[in-house]
C-alpha cells in the first residue's frame, strides 16, 4: 500500500531518483528476468477477509474501493454471487491486463529497446509490447489488449487499449468494458524491486478513472524458469474423465 | 490489419485441421531437382542424402556477443509435406497441405534458391516417418476416429503443440526472436505459445516437471543456435509433436503426408538446429527421437524462417478462448460448463 505517497509529477524522469541497478545497453533499468506479485488482489482487489481457500487481504485500490457507477456495482456483485462459474479465468482464458501481472503465477520479461515481451505461465499468455513509438492498431478486441509502451526517465510507461469485456480484474467479479484503457508505470525502485501502478478509465463502468498500487518482486532463485500452467489442458482432463464416467 | 484479423477469426471458426474447403494445392517449383509426383502417381522414394546447408554468413552480434538472429519472422511454407506416404492416395495433389497458409496480407515467403523440393522428413532418405509397427496401429485407430473428441488433434483442441510442431508451419505464421544475455526466446503467434532457452549449459529439470512446448536447452555452435528440447507433456494422447496443417478428412493413415496422429512417448526428446543462411533466413532441422515409437531417431529440415516485413506486427491469435463451438460443432462435445480451479 503506498496510499500515503505524495502525487507523482506526471512524465517527470525517474520519479525515484536513485535507481542504481544494472542498465542494459541503451541505458534503460534492467528488467530482464523473472518476477511476480505477492498480495491478494487476484483473489479481491479490494481488502477482504479470509474465505475458504482465499487469504485475506489489503485492497491495492488507491482510496480504497473501485469507484463504480450504481448499474455496475450491481453487476460487481452478481458476478461475485456467480464467481465460481463466471470468473473468465475458471474457463481457461487469458487473464487480460493488468490481471496478469498479479495473479499467483511468475512471468518473465524480455527487453529489447524497440520491444519488451512478456512471458506469463498461466496459461501462457504473452504479451508483446511495443517501444518504437508506433500508434496503437484501431478499435481491436484482443484479451491481452494492445500495448505501447516508452520510457519517461527510468518509468517503462505502457499504455493498452482494445481489451474486450471479457475479462476481470480478479476473482471476486470486479470487471470492466471495453471501453477499458490500462495505463501501467513500471518503476524500478532496485534491482529486485518494481513500484508497480496501473491506472484504470473505463467511462462506462466507473465514476472517474482510479489507480492500484502493487510491488512487484524479482523472483531470486538460482536457475529458476517458468513452469506450465497450461489450464486448457486441465479442462480436458475434466471431460475425458466425464466421458470415461469417472468423477 | 484488419483484412488479416478477419482471416484470422475464420481460421478460429473453421478450425484448420479438418477444414474441408481445400481445392488445390501449390505447385512444386519449377526447376527443382525432385521429380513432381503427378496427380496418383506414387510419389518418389528416395531424395539425395540431406547434408546441413553450409552458410557463410555471418550474422551481426548482440551486446552480449551471440549470433543476431532476433526479430520478427514469418514462415517460410514446406516445400511438400511432412512425410511421403507409405501408401499412395489416388486423385490427390501432390502438395495439398500447402495450400492452407493464410498470408492474406504479406507475401507469401519463398525458398531460397535452389532449395531442393522434398518432404521435410529428410532422414531417412525415403521420406517416410519411421514408425514402430504398434505406433502406425494406433496413428491408424486415432486418423479413423478424428471425429471424437478423445482422438482429436491437439492442435484442433487448442493444446500447445509442442516441438517441432509450434514451428511447422500452420496458419498462424508469425514468430518473434528475442535474445537477450544468456537467453534466446521464441514467441510464437501461433496461440501466443512461448519458450525460453537458456544458454548457460543448465542440465534439464526434473524428469518430473514436464511442460507441453518442453524444457529447452540451447547454445550455439559458431553461428548454429542449437537447442536440446526434453521433457514434454504426455499426459494427453492429443499431444502430437509433429503435424502440417490439415490431415485430409477421411484419407487412410498410411496415406498421410501431414505427420498427423503419432503421439509420443515419455523419452521423446528433440535436438534443434537454427542455422542463419542470410539476414533473412534461417534453415530449421529437428532431430527427433523417441525409442517407444520410432525405429531410428529421424530428422525433419526446411528453410523455416522469413524475415517479416518491416511493418509486420504480431497479433494475438485466441485459440482456446473461441473454441467451444467449434468442439461442439464438430464432435458434438460440449465443454461450456467446465471450470477448472485455479489457484
Not at chain 1, 488482489?41 to 477477509?49: K, L, P, R
Not at chain 2, 502417381?41 to 546441413?52: F, G, L
Request: aromatic residues 8%; proline residues 11%.
Amino acid at each position: 500500500m503506498r496510499g500515503a505517497a505524495p502525487p507523482r509529477p506526471p512524465a517527470a524522469p525517474a520519479t525515484k531518483p536513485g535507481y542504481a541497478g544494472p542498465r542494459t545497453p541503451d541505458r534503460k533499468p534492467d528488467l530482464n528476468g523473472i518476477w511476480q506479485v505477492m498480495n491478494t488482489a487476484h483473489w479481491n482487489v479490494e481488502a477482504h477477509s479470509a474465505s475458504e481457500g482465499i487469504p485475506a487481504g489489503f485492497s491495492v485500490v488507491e482510496g480504497g474501493s473501485i469507484p463504480y457507477q450504481p448499474a455496475a456495482l450491481a453487476k460487481r456483485n452478481e458476478n461475485f454471487k456467480n464467481r465460481l462459474m463466471a470468473d473468465p479465468i475458471r474457463k481457461c482464458y487469458m487473464p487480460g491486463v493488468p490481471r496478469a501481472t498479479y495473479m499467483p503465477f511468475p512471468f518473465e520479461i524480455t527487453q529489447t529497446p524497440k520491444h519488451i515481451g512478456i512471458a506469463y505461465e498461466f496459461a501462457h499468455a504473452t504479451r508483446t509490447i511495443f517501444l518504437d513509438g508506433t500508434p496503437h492498431m484501431e478499435d481491436l478486441d484482443f484479451w491481452m489488449g494492445d500495448g505501447r509502451g516508452r520510457w519517461e526517465g527510468d518509468t517503462l510507461v505502457i499504455d493498452t487499449v482494445s481489451l474486450g469485456d471479457q475479462t476481470w480484474f480478479d476473482q471476486a467479479g470486479n470487471f470492466h468494458s471495453d471501453a477499458l484503457k490500462v495505463n501501467e508505470r513500471l518503476t524500478p525502485t532496485d534491482v529486485n524491486h518494481i513500484d508497480y501502478e496501473v491506472t484504470i478509465e473505463d467511462p462506462k463502468v466507473f465514476t472517474r478513472p482510479w489507480k492500484m498500487h502493487m510491488i512487484v518482486y524479482r523472483r531470486m532463485e538460482k536457475d529458476l524458469e517458468l513452469l506450465d500452467y497450461e489450464c486448457a489442458e486441465h479442462v480436458y482432463e475434466k471431460l475425458f474423465q466425464q466421458k470415461a464416467g469417472k468423477p | 490489419m484488419l483484412t488479416r484479423l478477419i482471416g484470422l477469426a475464420a481460421i478460429v471458426l473453421i478450425v484448420p485441421s479438418l477444414a474441408t474447403a481445400q481445392t488445390q494445392g501449390t505447385p512444386a517449383p519449377t526447376g527443382a531437382p525432385a521429380p513432381a509426383a503427378g496427380r496418383g502417381a506414387a510419389p518418389p522414394a528416395n531424395y539425395p542424402p540431406y547434408t546441413r546447408p553450409v552458410s557463410t554468413y555471418v550474422p551481426p552480434r548482440t551486446p552480449d556477443g551471440q549470433p543476431d538472429i532476433s526479430g520478427l519472422y514469418l514462415a517460410i511454407p514446406l516445400p511438400r509435406n511432412i512425410e511421403t506416404p507409405s501408401v499412395p492416395m489416388a486423385a490427390r495433389g501432390p502438395n495439398r497441405a500447402n495450400g492452407e497458409f493464410s498470408y492474406s496480407l504479406n507475401e507469401r515467403p519463398k525458398l531460397p534458391e535452389g532449395a531442393i523440393v522434398r518432404p521435410a522428413g529428410v532422414d531417412p532418405a525415403d521420406g517416410k516417418i519411421p514408425l514402430k509397427p504398434e505406433a502406425m496401429q494406433l496413428r491408424k485407430e486415432i486418423i479413423a476416429n478424428q471425429e471424437k473428441v478423445e482422438r482429436l488433434d491437439g492442435r484442433v483442441l487448442c493444446l500447445a503443440p509442442g516441438i517441432p510442431r509450434s514451428t511447422v508451419p500452420a496458419p498462424v505464421v508469425g514468430y518473434q526472436i528475442f535474445q537477450k544475455p544468456g537467453y534466446v526466446v521464441i514467441f510464437y503467434e501461433q496461440s501466443h505459445l512461448y519458450r525460453t532457452i537458456p544458454l548457460d549449459g543448465r542440465a534439464s529439470l526434473d524428469p518430473k516437471i514436464q511442460k507441453a512446448m518442453g524444457v529447452s536447452r540451447g547454445h550455439w555452435e559458431g553461428n548454429v543456435l542449437v537447442v536440446e528440447v526434453t521433457n514434454f507433456t504426455n499426459n494427453l494422447e492429443n499431444n502430437w509433436v509433429i503435424g502440417a496443417v490439415s490431415a485430409t478428412p477421411g484419407v487412410p493413415a498410411e496415406s498421410l503426408a501431414t505427420g498427423h496422429g503419432i503421439p509420443h512417448s515419455d523419452v521423446y526428446r528433440v535436438t534443434e538446429r537454427y542455422t542463419p543462411i542470410d539476414a533473412n533466413t534461417i534453415h530449421y532441422e529437428a532431430v527427433i527421437n523417441d525409442e517407444k515409437v520410432f525405429t531410428q531417431p529421424w530428422t525433419l529440415a526446411w528453410y523455416g524462417f522469413a524475415r517479416a516485413p518491416k511493418d509486420y506486427v504480431p497479433i494475438e491469435y485466441a485459440c482456446f478462448e473461441g473454441n467451444a463451438k467449434n468442439l461442439l460443432l464438430m464432435t458434438n462435445t460440449d465443454i461450456s460448463g467446465i471450470r477448472v480451479n485455479v489457484p
